[in-house]
């Protein structure tokens, strides 16, 4: 019987509890008396958990863990775990901190308030475990130019998943990623990105960026080495205007590439070199030019990844007619003009008249008035040579009209007598002849 009736008191013990559970859920439901907020913290860090009344009657406010056991009872804390400590205590707020959070507290804390019915309110506290370093790898250290490359990163241990970006300088670049759930709960994100490179790519950045609430940014990133042909540009150092005979040529070849090209030769298109021109490296240089020496000058470079060349198209001018201009020249203003940078390195123009020496080098087009001169003298001796032929066919052709009626005036004494001379011809009608001389 004894036996009875402790079976009865445990069940009704039992009932009574799922009873006070379903009224503390429907009060806490109905009523707005109680509340508290959910918690975010970073592993290691205090975490701060309130439980507020708003109208307090007296009753008891007491803090609970995911357990059940009661954490702070009033300003008592049953629970013997020195983490916990009692920030605060009134009527109308109980806060707790709880220091060095770990992955085990995490969970949903209760506040409950000793009212009729009892009052509950829920904090979940979630645990943020911060990414490991991110590892980066490339697929090669050294790229050629054109080509595409892999490139991953990979971080671990976070909590919740981390997320992986990708930048190529500014420009963001789209990955494609995979989030590993590992046995503790934590998880392991990789990514991975192609990128095609051009020679514009060397030395710039792509980073690995990882984004995760518990951190401001993660980044890792690798310096791209691009590796392409040469690039090749031809300057004139002198003349800077047009080329005349028996003046002297000065041109440089300037390159650039990577890796840089060890070898740059000259060479004349369809044609040999002048015997007499000098080569140095990069440079070349004739003296005394003539017209014979016009034609296409081309510096050719070359390194591992390929060749290129560029081109100078040579005329020869007549050399200068006009008497130099005095010696004695108005004051001039002399300006100071900054020397180019040049630690840049010069890239091949696009502008044929900057290779073309019948433009000049580096100045505007300008018109030979020697051949002006000429031109206006040949047009003037066409014009006399024609007034001459005109004028000497005019007097040819210049004469004295005579009629049948004058026939005879040269023999009369008077002007009676040719009348009468002329007249004595009129028998002969089918004779009348004019002439014209």
């Known amino acids: ?21 379903g009224a503390a859920q ?16 970073v592993e290691g860090e205090t975490a701060t958990i309130s439980c507020r009344v708003k109208n307090n009657d007296d009753s008891v406010i007491q803090l609970l863990n995911p357990n059940r056991q009661t954490i702070y009872f009033r300003d008592v804390r049953p629970l013997k775990d020195s983490r916990f400590q009692l920030v605060n205590f009134s009527e109308n707020e109980l806060r707790v901190s709880l220091t060095n959070v770990s992955l085990s507290d995490e969970g949903r804390y209760v506040c409950q308030l000793y009212t009729d019915p009892p009052q509950e309110a829920y904090a979940d506290l979630t645990v943020l475990v911060p990414p490991g370093n991110p590892i980066m790898e490339a697929e090669e250290d050294v790229v050629t130019e054109g080509n595409e490359t892999e490139m991953s990163c990979t971080t671990s241990s976070s909590k919740p998943p981390a997320k992986i970006r990708w930048l190529k300088g500014a420009q963001e670049l789209q990955g494609v990623s995979r989030v590993e759930d590992n046995y503790d709960s934590m998880y392991t994100v990789s990514s991975r990105v192609r990128v095609t490179v051009t020679k514009e790519d060397d030395g710039v950045a792509v980073r690995c960026v990882v984004e995760h609430p518990a951190i401001k940014d993660f980044t890792a990133q690798k310096i791209l080495e691009v590796q392409y042909k040469p690039e090749v540009k031809i300057s004139v150092e002198y003349p800077k205007g047009l080329t005349r005979e028996g003046e002297n040529l000065e041109l440089t070849c300037r390159t650039r590439g990577k890796p840089q090209p060890q070898e740059v030769s000259w060479m004349k298109v369809d044609d040999d ?11 070349l240089y004739i003296e005394n030019l003539n017209k014979s020496f016009n034609g296409t000058y081309r510096c050719v470079a070359a390194n591992s990844i390929g060749e290129a060349y560029d081109d100078y198209i040579l005329y020869v001018y007549d050399a200068p007619t006009t008497p130099p201009p005095p010696s004695t020249a108005p004051p001039t203003t002399i300006t100071t003009t900054p020397l180019p940078d040049t630690t840049q390195e010069s890239v091949p123009s696009s502008d044929p008249a900057l290779h073309d020496s019948r433009a000049g080098e580096g100045v505007q087009r300008s018109v030979d008035h020697a051949v002006i001169g000429g031109v206006v003298a040949v047009v003037m001796f066409a014009i006399l040579c024609a007034l001459i032929v005109l004028g000497r066919y005019f007097a040819r052709h210049k004469g004295t009209y005579f009629t049948h009626e004058a026939k005879g005036a040269d023999d009369a004494a008077d002007a009676d007598t040719a009348i009468i001379n002329a007249e004595g011809g009129v028998t002969h009608s089918d004779d009348k002849k004019e002439y014209y001389i």
């Open 1 to 21: 019987m004894a036996y009875g009736y402790i079976s009865s008191a445990l069940m009704w013990s039992a009932f009574a509890a799922v009873l006070l559970t």
């Open 26 to 41: 429907f009060a806490s439901a109905e009523s707005q008396n109680l509340e508290t907020d959910d918690v975010w913290v």
């Open 273 to 283: 070199v002048p015997p007499h021109a000098v080569i140095t490296g990069s440079e």
